[in-house]
């Protein structure tokens, strides 16, 4: 089975802290994502990256970044993070040209 | 402005009944559509997808229906069980491909002992 790991499960964290969320997928997908999920709203793509070192802006990229040095390896990052970025980030992978995504079991995050 | 749009933010079933999750779309280049089920402090799990040369595709107790004119799917579950009681996202894709997938913004199913 695909087994997407994130790193942290539950974090809080100040405004203006750095913050990094990690995610690990065990099938050598060529794709991975972040989603963030919040209520009434879905899941909205934030970054996506189809290989290492590439990168393309999701829907709602303000305020984030991410790095993709490793092929299994998928990194989500708040140079200064806000309230407003408090919500469950979601990490998936897909192989290249299907439209099912594995998820991670989530992060949630509190930005206080 | 919301590509896919799931209008019930939450249903209720009474077990062994049907539940029928709906999904709407307004983007006509949308031609593969998936559903996500998601358990609280879970990730979304694929459930079933269909293509848009098909108007349905079944699988065990779910049954996926596209209407395309209607621009219109549907999620059918039966019977249900109080194992289904969980989150159902709507997703959809205009090339097959995840880069492109636009998820609705899901709804709660409660299914009833």
């Known amino acids: 089975d695909v087994k997407v790991t994130q790193s942290s499960r539950y974090l809080v964290k100040r405004t203006g802290e750095k913050v990094f969320l990690e995610c690990v997928q065990d099938m050598d997908h060529e794709n991975m994502f972040w989603y963030r999920q919040d209520p009434g709203l879905g899941l909205r793509l934030i970054y996506f990256s189809y290989d290492v070192k590439m990168k393309e802006k999701g829907d709602i990229p303000e305020g984030y970044s991410v790095s993709r040095e490793k092929k299994e390896r998928f990194s989500l990052i708040l140079e200064s993070a806000s309230t407003n970025q408090t919500s469950m980030y979601l990490c998936a992978s897909s192989r290249h040209r299907t439209g099912e995504l594995f998820f991670g079991e989530g992060s949630r995050l509190t930005v206080l | 402005d919301q590509q896919v749009k799931q209008n019930s933010p939450s249903l209720s079933v009474q077990e062994g009944r049907i539940s029928i999750l709906n999904c709407d779309y307004t983007?006509?280049?949308?031609?593969?559509f998936l559903w996500y089920k998601k358990y609280p402090a879970e990730g979304p799990t694929f459930l079933i997808s269909?293509?848009?040369?098909?108007d349905k595709n079944e699988d065990g107790r779910f049954t996926v229906f596209l209407n395309k004119s209607a621009k219109h799917l549907s999620l059918h579950i039966v019977p249900s069980q109080p194992g289904d009681s969980a989150v159902y996202f709507c997703?959809?894709?205009?090339?097959?491909?995840?880069?492109?997938?636009?998820f609705g913004s899901g709804t709660q199913l409660t299914v009833l002992p």
């Open positions: 269909i293509s848009s040369i098909k």
């Open positions: 983007n006509s280049m949308f031609d593969y």
């Open positions: 997703a959809a894709s205009a090339s097959g491909s995840a880069r492109q997938l636009t």
